[in-house]
């Protein structure tokens, strides 16, 4: 059989009209500030890219680019500076930061209630508790085409490659949530074929192309490919899409799979923190 194409373009520009309707409906406007610490091409790419979904939907973004020599102290001071700034709602560092700055640091230095990225150990508590809180973009965005899809979660043996604390874990943790049965896989893991052969739903957050092949996936599995990794223009995920796509019921690709949804879930939280904020 072939697969049915997930197509998170197409289901991230739904979700950016419902929130551009909801904005202009607003007095205020929502606001996202997004840090971006040197020159990485990628980040500055992800970086225009949200400032135009911004504009889009009429959300305020204000885009703070600074030098790659900064401080760990300067960053810290800007951080301080957005969580007091009523314009703002969501703060976002984007990831990674140069080496001599601690990630982990600037992320605490977030004000829990604007961290829209949800990486900020209170609402990563949280969530891992199953109470309110910010969920991290891509976890949500793989959660949400699954069930744009209509496809069935509960259950069903899931199985996530890859166990990073802002995707593979959090991935997992929304699956279980769902009542699926999660199999964690990752580097260390011995025979992985052996475990993705039993997933019905199969997510892939690695970042090594080709690594899922068709012998690897179970026939009729829903599959799921986070990675992403940049050869030139183009962009590859973990799953070999030719062999895959013609065993699988359902799959998404890479592009135009959980990457646009990963900036259309950054809108929503966007929104979720200036509710929070706005209406108490
Ligand atoms: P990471 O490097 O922090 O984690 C990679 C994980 O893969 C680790 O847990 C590791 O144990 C596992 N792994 C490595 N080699 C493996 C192997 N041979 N077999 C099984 N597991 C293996 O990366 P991350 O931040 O979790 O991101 C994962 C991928 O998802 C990357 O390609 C990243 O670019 C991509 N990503 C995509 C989006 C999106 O919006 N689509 C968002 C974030 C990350």
């Given at each position: 059989?072939?697969a ?11 979700i ?6 909801y904005?202009?409906g607003?007095k205020?406007?929502p606001?996202l500030a997004?840090?971006q610490?040197?020159k990485?091409?990628?980040s500055?790419?992800?970086v225009?890219l ?19 020599e ?12 957005l969580?007091k ?9 984007q ?7 601690n990630?982990?640091v600037?992320?605490?230095?977030i004000?829990?209630l604007?961290d829209?990225?949800?990486?900020h150990?209170v609402?990563?508590?949280n ?10 973009c ?12 209509d496809i069935p ?6 199985v996530?490659?890859g ?10 943790m929304?699956?279980m949530?769902?009542?699926a ?7 260390k893991t011995?025979?992985?074929a052996?475990y993705?052969k039993?997933?019905?739903i199969?997510v892939?957050a690695?970042?090594k192309p080709g690594?899922?092949k068709a012998e690897m996936?179970?026939?009729?599995a829903?599959?799921i ?5 940049r050869?030139g223009?183009?962009l ?7 062999s895959?796509s013609?065993?699988a019921s359902y ?25 929070n904020?706005?209406r108490?």
């Amino acid at each position: 059989m072939t697969a049915t194409i997930i197509d998170g373009k197409k289901t991230a520009e739904k979700i950016r009209s419902e929130i551009k309707e909801y904005v202009s409906g607003l007095k205020k406007k929502p606001g996202l500030a997004v840090i971006q610490v040197g020159k990485n091409p990628a980040s500055t790419s992800y970086v225009n890219l949200k400032e135009k979904d911004c504009k889009e939907v009429g959300i305020y973004s204000k885009i703070i680019r600074l030098v790659e020599e900064i401080s760990e102290e300067e960053l810290v001071e800007k951080i301080i500076e957005l969580n007091k700034d009523n314009s703002i709602h969501g703060i976002l560092v984007q990831l990674p930061l140069p080496k001599h700055v601690n990630e982990e640091v600037a992320i605490d230095m977030i004000n829990p209630l604007k961290d829209v990225d949800g990486f900020h150990p209170v609402n990563a508590g949280n969530f891992f508790i199953g109470k309110a809180g910010f969920v991290p973009c891509t976890p949500k965005g793989v959660i949400r085409l699954l069930k744009e899809y209509d496809i069935p979660i509960e259950g069903k043996n899931a199985v996530v490659v890859g166990r990073s604390n802002i995707v593979g874990k959090p991935i997992a943790m929304l699956l279980m949530m769902n009542n699926a049965t999660v199999t964690i896989c990752h580097s260390k893991t011995k025979n992985l074929a052996e475990y993705t052969k039993n997933a019905d739903i199969l997510v892939v957050a690695v970042g090594k192309p080709g690594l899922i092949k068709a012998e690897m996936v179970k026939e009729d599995a829903a599959i799921i490919d986070v990675g992403i990794t940049r050869t030139g223009n183009l962009l590859k995920g973990d799953v070999d899409f030719d062999s895959v796509s013609k065993k699988a019921s359902y799959i998404a690709p890479v592009p135009g799979g959980v990457g646009p949804m990963t900036r259309a879930m950054l809108l929503e939280n966007t929104i979720e923190a200036y509710n929070n904020i706005e209406r108490g």
